[in-house]
């Protein structure tokens, strides 16, 4: 999937891939894509939950060995 800016959070536990994803996202415009680098496996199921309440869109999710990679669509401002 084709992002338009990459957050290595490889090593970080939660909270700290949603912290560092909403940070970040505030960096970029909205329809941009956010790839999220992780091997924190919670974040399988807090990332597609933090979109929901935040309104952003869960595009998807990409295994690779211990990494996971997750993509987000920022969609408001």
């Known amino acids: 999937m ?3 800016k990459t957050l290595d959070c490889v090593g970080l536990y939660c909270p700290m891939p949603i ?7 505030r960096e970029l415009k909205p329809g941009e894509v956010l ?3 992780a ?3 919670g974040i399988k199921q807090d990332m597609p939950a933090w979109c929901r309440a935040t309104g ?3 595009l998807g999710m990409e295994e ?3 990494e996971i990679k997750v993509y987000v669509k920022k ?3």
Do not use: N, Q
């Not at 912290?19 to 996202?25: F, I, N």
């Open 39 to 41: 091997d924190d496996k």
């Open 64 to 66: 690779a060995g211990s």
């Open 75 to 77: 969609t408001h401002p």
């Open 35 to 37: 790839e999220v680098i």
């Open 19 to 25: 912290v560092k994803t909403s940070e970040k996202l």
């Open 2 to 4: 084709k992002a338009d």
């Open 56 to 58: 952003h869109e869960f």
